[in-house]
Nanobody
Framework: QVQLVESGGGLVQPGGSLRLSCTASRIINTIYAMTWYRQPPGNERELVARISNLGSTNYADSVKGRFTISRDNAKKMVFLQMNSLKPEDTAVYYC???????????????WGQGTQVTVSS
């Protein structure tokens, strides 16, 4: 079974920082895009940041200059460094990858279980 395990969420004061991590299980053998989404309370899920297998990145306008996405291909991990956090960044953050799995046919999307980030004083 494919698993994406996220960590690093929590409660932080406005202006603070958090670093989210996501690790893909060994059954994933090729990873193309790796993406962080978030779902604020009462709102739809939205893209936060994406990094391609070649390292190109794109960000939501609301997080540009504050968040940085990176990846470690050898460890099958993706990270989201979040600085200058604001209350409106409060959401459940989800890791998503697009890749292939051992024994599978073609590439598919896989999701993590989500990690809560709360920005509040």
């Amino acid at each position: 079974q494919v698993q994406l395990v996220e960590s690093g969420g929590g409660l932080v004061q406005p202006g603070g920082s958090l670093r989210l991590s996501c690790t893909a299980s060994r059954i994933i053998n090729t990873i193309y895009a790796m993406t962080w989404y978030r779902q604020p309370p009462g709102n739809e899920r939205e893209l936060v940041a994406r990094i391609s297998n070649l390292g190109s990145t794109n960000y939501a306008d609301s997080v540009k200059g504050r968040f940085t996405i990176s990846r470690d291909n050898a460890k099958k991990m993706v990270f989201l460094q979040m600085n200058s956090l604001k209350p409106e960044d409060t959401a459940v953050y989800y890791c998503n990858i697009f890749g292939t799995r051992v024994g599978g046919t073609g590439a598919s999307q896989y999701w993590g279980q989500g990690t809560q980030v709360t920005v509040s004083s």
